[in-house]
């Protein structure tokens, strides 16, 4: 079957970084845009970011906006979420989803995505 897995996911004292990172199984993802969601205890699904599947045009979301930085190395088959000044407040499981094509735009909805992975877990505490 076609999967997302992620990983990079851990525990980082606030103002710490991390790396999360979405690798395909079963397709290849540069036909695909990929969306990050994440989502706390007890709160809904917030969208993150997401990168076209041509790689030419990303979204932020404002909480996350020139903190976090997604890219796609089409050569590993993955897509990344750089994670850079983390906050408490971003502590949440956080998702990959590749919906097919998109190519020159990518939309932070959830019902877009046709395809999710598990999820990683993400903790920022001191």
């Known amino acids: 079957q076609l999967q997302l897995v992620e990983s990079g996911g851990g525990l980082v004292q606030p103002g710490g970084s991390l790396r999360l990172s979405c690798a395909a199984s079963?397709?290849?993802?540069?036909?695909?845009?990929i969306g990050w969601f994440r989502q706390a205890p007890g709160k809904e699904r917030e969208a993150v970011s997401c990168?076209?599947?041509?790689?030419?045009?990303?979204n932020y979301a404002d909480p996350v906006k020139s903190r976090f930085t997604i890219s796609r190395d089409n050569a590993k088959n993955t897509v990344y979420l750089q994670m850079n000044s983390l906050k408490p407040e971003d502590t949440a499981v956080y998702y990959c989803?590749?919906?097919?094509?998109?190519?020159?735009?990518?939309?932070?909805?959830?019902?877009?995505?046709?395809?999710w992975g598990q999820g990683t877990q993400v903790t920022v505490s001191s």
């Open positions: 989803a590749a919906v097919r094509n998109f190519q020159r735009v990518c939309l932070i909805r959830g019902w877009v995505y046709d395809y």
């Open positions: 079963g397709f290849t993802l540069d036909d695909y845009a």
């Open positions: 990168i076209s599947s041509s790689g030419g045009s990303t």
